[in-house]
């Protein structure tokens, strides 16, 4: 069994900042990817930031210059520093975890960003 926990999501003003994180535990070894998706009522779960096991990082357009992703492998934990937050990117936001060909989703963390 392998569990995710996201935490970090919340209610913020327009311009503010968040810091999710995204705990990795049970029979999980070797982690490849690590990622944060976004999905929001009517729409399909959408990729913000992924990084991989060397540090590579990938951004959605809407993120770049205001989202960073990183990962502490020590601890399994990948998280996502959101600033200059918008109205837009409100949603749930969901880790992935790749490991040997499989992937793993966390049950979701509420952002709300009020305008």
């Known amino acids: 069994q392998v569990q995710l926990v996201e935490s970090g999501g919340g209610l913020v003003q327009a311009g503010g900042s968040l810091r999710l994180s995204c705990a990795a535990s049970?029979?999980?070894?070797?982690?490849?990817?690590m990622s944060w998706y976004r999905q929001t009522p009517g729409k399909q779960r959408e990729l913000v930031a992924a990084?991989?096991?060397?540090?590579?990082?990938n951004y959605a357009d809407s993120a770049k210059g205001r989202f960073t992703i990183s990962r502490e492998n020590a601890k399994n934990t990948v998280y996502l520093q959101m600033n200059s937050l918008k109205a837009e990117d409100t949603g749930v936001y969901y880790c992935?975890?790749?490991?040997?060909?499989?992937?793993?989703w966390g049950r979701g963390t509420q952002v709300t960003v009020s305008s």
């Open positions: 992935k975890v790749d490991s040997f060909g499989r992937s793993y």
């Open positions: 049970g029979n999980i070894f070797r982690i490849n990817a």
């Open positions: 990084i991989t096991s060397g540090g590579t990082t």
